[in-house]
């Protein structure tokens, strides 16, 4: 029977959250009850960080493993040094305190998936000659630091595409999509607007979708699970005609933070735009989205320290700004319960096209200044003798 009874392990909690980052330094303490006078090797402290992946491919005699690891630090503090002969402890209680310090370094945030987790453990223990050792582990919640370049991920960003539609005769389809900014936390709204010029005699729908890709990677072989968190859907653009539609795409509450550091494990979002058309290839773009804990949120607001912004977007207006939400339809609710939305169209008429022939609309000329935003507040026809724009 081991002497050593009541073994415990305590750490100072940094914050409310209770996360350690990069450079931070664990505080904390070792206690336990010696039943009997004991020689112990040593007592130590560690704190490692490590991912590892492992999944299997096919089944029965020809089921296939692969795994990998990779491992970030391993920190160790001994409280009772290693000695010839071991060291003596006597009858009672015993307590140690100690510090370690987290390494800086491009570190990737605690995760936990199907195929593979990012891990932060720290682990006390008491080692005896021929005796198995006594251990006690604990796990730390690990955030990584937000990149340096957080201004320009405040900055709005564009994607588009230009795809021939048609059976007997081609024509043209042009989508071009903005974003009010990179970076988002759980909870926040991507305002995303969505330019449309139909050429074609096909009819489409703008559909917007939040997407969620999760890699493994061992080696040259790879295996993901992906999710979709929902899909917004747009009134149909008739043939010969153009549209612009006004999406507000709300991040879950419940997603996980974004993860690109990791050499075998990363967590990516897009945000794909696409055009649904009937017995053809539907275009789309798709803009990558970073995702942060709500904790760094303070890092990324404008008004932050007078940080700086090169965000044109106006506040956020009521949901009446973008009109009401489409009657429920339970043929469009998907497995998480988002609900498609129509948001308000403009068709603008041959004479005022929304793609004239020096290229897609600037992002001004998409977004006011904040003192004539309230236009913004109605559907507006173009008609073909009003020079109307945004």
Known sequence: MSPIKDFHLVYNVPNSEE??????????????????????????????????????EGMGDDATTYSDRRRYFKVKNYLVTQEEGGSTLRPGLHNFNFTLAIPQGNFPSSFNGQNGKIIYTLEAK?????????????????????????????????????????????????????????????????????????????????????????????????????????????????GNSEGIFHFQVKIPDEIIPSILNCEIISVEYNLKVYLDISFARDPEVQLPLMIIPSTLAYLYSAAAGGAPTCSDFPPSEPSSFYGPPAPYNTQDLNTWGFQDQLPPTVAPSSEHPLFPDEGPPSYQSLWPPYNTCDALGQTKKITSNKNTSF
């Open 126 to 238: 008491i080692s005896r000659s021929w005796r198995m050792p006594s251990q006690i582990q604990r796990e730390l919640k690990f955030l990584s630091r937000p990149p340096a370049n957080r201004v320009q991920m405040l900055c709005p960003f564009s994607s588009s595409l230009s795809k021939d539609v048609g059976v007997f005769s081609k024509k043209k389809v042009q989508l071009f999509v903005t974003v009010n900014k990179n970076v988002f936390f759980p909870g926040e709204t991507a305002a995303v607007v969505v330019n449309i010029s139909n050429q074609s005699s096909t009819k489409m729908r703008p559909k917007v979708k939040l997407q969620e890709c999760v890699e493994y990677r061992a080696g040259s072989r790879t295996t993901t699970s992906s999710r979709n968190w929902g899909k917004l859907v747009g009134e149909t653009v008739k």
């Open 19 to 56: 996360t350690f980052s990069e450079g931070d330094t664990v505080v904390g303490a070792v206690s336990f009850v010696v039943t009997k006078e004991s020689k112990v090797k040593s007592i130590l402290v560690k704190l490692k960080g490590e991912a590892s992946v492992s999944w299997e």
